[in-house]
């Protein structure tokens, strides 16, 4: 047998092993929706240019996120607008979205709730995404002082 029908061979089982295992680039996800309230379940407020980020615990930690709504409430997107998130456990940050008027995000997020919920390490909050619709509540601490 020649090379090229080597390789030829090699490709085809593959190409075929892929298509079984349905590998064809797309990470299947579910349609996630939420609110964002403080501790005690008192109305969040005040999301304008905030953004949720869900990171799966699990490799190759796919991310989704969702611009939270003066109301608390957001909605995922993975790839389009709406699509959700991967399912599986999730560690769940928030970001500011700073300006040029804000020194940094510390400060900007320290506003709305304190600031180790900037990071996924040391946000403490886990959400885990399931077949279906997933409806969740995300309970931050107040800022302090409020």
Not at 21 to 29: K, L
Not at 64 to 81: I, N, R, T, Y
Request: proline share 8%; charged share 20%; aromatic share 8%.
């Amino acid at each position: 047998m020649t090379r090229s029908r080597l390789r030829r061979g090699a490709w085809a089982a593959l190409a075929a092993a892929a298509a079984a295992a349905g590998c064809d680039g797309r990470v299947p996800t579910y349609p996630v929706r939420g609110q964002v309230v403080y501790a005690g379940g008192k109305p969040f407020r005040g999301g304008g240019g905030l953004t949720v980020w869900f990171e799966s615990v699990a490799p190759p930690h796919h991310r989704a996120s969702g611009e939270v709504d003066e109301d608390g409430s957001f909605v995922l997107s993975f790839v389009a607008a709406g699509s959700g998130a991967p399912e599986g456990e999730h560690r769940v940050r928030f970001d500011p979205g700073t300006t040029h008027m804000q020194p940094s995000a510390e400060i900007a997020l320290g506003k709305k709730m304190p600031p180790r919920y900037l990071e996924f390490r040391t946000s403490g909050l886990k959400q885990t995404i399931a077949r279906g619709d997933n409806v969740f509540t995300v309970e931050v601490d107040p800022p302090s002082g409020k």
